[in-house]
């Protein structure tokens, strides 16, 4: 079991370009929660989702967006750029309340 | 609204002696709350949870935590620390109802040799 995968796993991104983040669940899971985590801080919820739809949503703006495809993988959109969206983005999979497997992180920076 | 606290921003500890991080919850209802660990440049690896039961809860790598509900703490504890057992760890507890995971911000434990 390859667990939680994320691609990539660096990312240099230029301000005001949009970037695109993609997570591999853990086998069986069926939902995907995103999460901020800025340089030293603790990781900040963004969105969820389940059986395609947004299920829940932190105090993020709508520059970033998701999506979640039938075999429940999933991406998080960033538009607009802005220096402060820089952090290390976390994955994470779970299956009915159990508890969430995280993957290693996409490490954004935005220049 | 549903948070953690973690007072301490570093703990240090020599090799074989026990450790504690601290955690404190402020929560409506029952509480759901978590450990993680994340090593240099990983993501978040789950240690142990508390949802309801024993007060006293097993987790991996021989952690557990203590559930206190009149001080309102869920600390994190090891009889012998190792050197492996460095990195940054995570309190965390659950929204109400939901899957959201709110954290704390994270203590650096630091076993010396």
């Known amino acids: 079991d390859a667990g939680v995968t994320q691609s990539p796993t660096h990312l240099i991104k230029t301000r005001g370009q949009q970037v695109t983040l993609r997570c591999s669940p853990k086998?069986?899971?069926?939902?995907v929660s995103w999460y901020q985590q800025a340089l030293g801080q603790g990781p900040q919820f963004i969105f969820q989702y389940y059986e395609e739809e947004e299920r829940q949503r932190g105090n993020f703006p709508d520059r970033f967006s998701g999506h979640q495809f039938p075999n429940y993988s999933s991406e998080l959109n960033v538009n607009a750029l802005l220096l402060g969206d820089s952090a290390l983005y976390l994955c994470?999979?779970?299956?009915?309340?159990?508890?969430?497997?995280f993957g290693q992180g996409t490490r954004l920076t935005v220049v | 609204a549903q948070s953690v606290a973690q007072p301490e921003d570093q703990v240090n500890v020599a090799e074989g002696n026990p450790l504690t991080v601290k955690c404190t919850y402020s929560v409506s209802g029952n509480p759901y709350l978590f450990w993680y660990v994340q090593y240099p440049n990983r993501g978040l690896q789950f240690l142990l949870k508390?949802?309801?039961?024993?007060?006293l809860v097993k987790g991996s790598y021989d952690f557990e935590a203590e559930f206190n509900k009149s001080q309102t703490s869920f600390h994190l504890k090891k009889p012998s620390a190792l050197v492996s057992d460095s990195a940054l760890y995570f309190c965390a507890v659950v929204y109400y109802n939901t899957d959201k995971l709110i954290f704390g911000t994270g203590t650096r434990l630091q076993v010396f040799p």
């Open positions: 994470a999979s779970s299956l009915d309340d159990t508890e969430a497997f």
């Open positions: 086998s069986g899971h069926d939902t």
């Open positions: 508390y949802i309801t039961g024993d007060n």
